[in-house]
């Protein structure tokens, strides 16, 4: 069974610094990856997805991730923080069957300072 | 890409009594519904697995005879929190797989019992 592991619970960033936010997972086979944000009371934004193909991938705000297999990590990344994007961030693995539910990983929940 | 939308996206009710949670996919038939539940500051637990015209499979823990699901159709799963009581207020969200290893998330509604 797939699982996943964000070790940071909490970070906080100052605005305009980079950004990196780790996840680790654990599959038997290629893993379908996921990052999404949620913001206070709201629901799930896909920020980004690794199916296959260019282990970097691009999302949306500017985001992107970096899928190393080595080291089973999948890891979010953005250069410049912005105040908005203070939220939790939840890593998600797929297995290979498009009906089977997604793992998540406990979350981390970014704060950024002025 | 695919919409979910969720009904009502909050709702408050009396201890003891049942709320119905409805989760619509707008544009996409669905043979495949997943229902999570998140507590406050936490991840996405998997409640169940609703399948269109059978009974839903519901994860270890989870009292089936509490959490309804009923997957009439293609485009609808509903949610009926029976006999409500405080300890069930949750974030409860839906989603549904396209078949392409992507899910897509509702909303989510705020269950507040009293």
């Known amino acids: 069974a797939q699982s996943v592991t964000q070790p940071d619970i909490h970070i906080t960033v100052s605005e305009g610094a980079s950004l990196e936010l780790r996840c680790n997972y654990s599959?038997?086979?290629?893993?379908?990856l996921f990052w999404y944000v949620q913001s206070p009371g709201q629901g799930l934004q896909l920020l980004l997805k690794y199916f296959s193909g260019d282990t970097l991938v691009q999302g949306i705000k500017g985001f992107e991730a970096e899928f190393k297999r080595s080291q089973s990590s999948f890891n979010l990344r953005k250069p410049s923080v912005h105040w908005s994007d203070a939220a939790e961030y939840f890593c998600?693995?797929?297995?290979?069957?498009?009906?089977?539910?997604?793992?998540f990983g406990k979350g981390t929940r970014l704060s950024v300072i002025a | 890409g695919a919409v979910v939308s969720q009904h009502p996206s909050r709702v408050i009710c009396k201890s003891g009594t049942s709320v119905k949670i409805e989760c619509r996919s707008l544009?996409?038939?669905?043979?495949?519904m997943f229902w999570y539940r998140q507590f406050p500051k936490k991840s996405l637990m998997l409640m169940a697995t609703?399948?269109?015209?059978?009974?839903?499979?519901?994860e270890q823990g989870v009292e089936k005879d509490k959490f309804l699901i009923n997957h009439a159709s293609l485009t609808l799963s509903t949610l009926t929190v029976t006999s409500a009581h405080p300890e069930d207020s949750s974030f409860y969200i839906c989603?549904?797989?396209?078949?392409?290893?992507?899910?897509?998330f509702g909303p989510g509604t705020r269950l507040t019992v009293t």
């Open positions: 544009d996409f038939q669905a043979t495949t």
């Open positions: 599959y038997g086979a290629t893993p379908y």
């Open positions: 989603s549904y797989s396209t078949g392409t290893y992507e899910q897509y």
């Open positions: 998600a693995v797929g297995a290979n069957s498009g009906n089977t539910p997604l793992v």
């Open positions: 609703s399948n269109e015209g059978s009974k839903a499979t519901y």
